[in-house]
Every structure is written in C-alpha cells, then in structure tokens.
C-alpha cells in the first residue's frame, strides 16, 4: 500500500511553461485535493474532487487546471507557469472528506524562473 | 475575518523538558480543529480531530486540547524523533457548503535537542 504518491518530486520551469503534477492514491479515497505551501502561510487550497468526474475550485484556483478520470488519478495542471507559482504542491486524499482525516502526499517542490 | 494564529513560530527543548504548542483561532463557528505533524521534504501526517471544546486526544507522548478560543497541543517528556513542525488546522462553518472553510495555521517549528 503506496498511499498517495507524486511525481516528479522536484521541477524547474521556465516562465511560461507548462506542465503536469502527478498524483495517485491507492486507498480507494473518493475525497482528493491540491494543495500550495509557500513561506509563512498556510497550506492553502487549489482544487479538490469529490469523486471520479467531479471536481471544484479551491482557495487559489487561478492558473491551475485539474481532472479526475478515474478514483486513483488527481492531476494538476500549470497553463502557463508564473514566478508566483514557485511553491511546494502537496496532493492529499481522504476515505470521509476534507473535514476529515487527510493523507497527503510527500509534495512536489517547482521552480518558475 | 476567520483566522488560525499558531505559536510559538520555533521551539526548542531539552529531550525530557515537556512544553505545549498553541493554536488560537477566531472563526465562524468551529466546526473541528485538526492537528498534524510535518517532518522536513515531507508531507503532513494526521496526528488528532478535535470537535467541541473540553474534548482531549492523547497519541504516545502528545495530548491534544481544545476551548472555545484555542487548541494545545502538548509533549511530554520529548525525544529527538519529536522534531517537527507542527501544523493546525480549523474547519470553519460556512454558509454556503464547500472545502473553503478549512483553515491552516502556519506551524510551530518544534526541535528536541539530545
């Protein structure tokens, strides 16, 4: 049992860019979510999906696309990659919801230069 | 403005010195307070849910309390594998249903020197 996993775990891009986070979970959670993670804030919301082919915007939604194809697969895509968008990305799933106990992923770290 | 305040921002203790981490909070209505634990490169890990205030979680060496104001997050007697940051994190209520009334408090760094 991998929990949620992400790839790549490290990025650099270049302004303009685009590219796609990875992120599974093999525990069967209807409940997953992205999350950003910036010096001297809190982790802070993008996406989230209910299910597989229901998604819905977060907290900072803008510039970031997602889909959920299957229960397992949550990916985040960057249009077109800003400097503000250097952050740490966590993905995390829940069996209950986001009110719930979350497992989150070990974070993909992106670079926009 | 719904708000998760956590201090202090480091700590530092002897191995064995117990101390508490706190998590102030003002929101529209509480509707759970969530603590996890985040070690460096890596992702949060769930440590305790707490509902209504007065409720106590307790996991090896930490106890987990909540009022109507704030959270404690306590550690006693700790050991060098207890360095962390630790996060808070706050479900508020919300008039309309959604995942943007969870809030997440910008963590107390916690190192426990030998």
């Known amino acids: 049992n991998a929990g949620v996993t992400q790839t790549p775990k490290f990025q650099v891009l270049k302004t303009g860019q685009s590219m796609t986070l990875q992120c599974a979970q093999d525990?069967?959670?209807?409940?997953m979510s992205w999350y950003r993670q910036d010096p001297g804030m809190g982790l802070r919301l993008i996406h989230y999906s209910v299910g597989a082919g229901i998604t819905d915007q977060g907290e900072v939604p803008n510039g970031y696309n997602v889909s959920r194809s299957t229960t397992e697969d949550f990916p985040l895509r960057l249009l077109s990659a800003a400097p503000s968008q250097t952050s740490v990305y966590f993905c995390a799933s829940s069996s209950q919801g986001f009110y719930y106990e979350q497992y989150f992923g070990p974070g993909t770290r992106l670079t926009v230069t | 403005e719904d708000q998760v305040t956590q201090s202090p921002e480091a700590l530092r203790l002897q191995e064995g010195e117990s101390s508490s981490l706190n998590c102030s909070y003002t929101?529209?209505?509480?509707?759970?307070l969530f603590w996890y634990r985040q070690d460096p490169g890596k992702g949060p890990e769930f440590l305790f849910t707490?509902?209504?205030a007065g409720e106590e979680k307790e996991k090896e060496r930490l106890k987990a309390t909540l009022t109507k104001k704030e959270s404690f997050l306590h550690i006693t007697a700790p050991k060098p594998e207890d360095s962390a940051t630790y996060l808070c994190?706050?479900?508020?209520?919300?008039?309309?249903?959604?995942?943007?009334?969870?809030?997440f408090g910008t963590g107390t760094r916690l190192t426990v020197i030998p």
């Open positions: 994190a706050v479900q508020a209520a919300a008039e309309l249903t959604g995942a943007n009334n969870l809030f």
């Open positions: 929101v529209s209505g509480l509707r759970g």
């Open positions: 525990m069967n959670h209807e409940y």
């Open positions: 707490l509902y209504s």
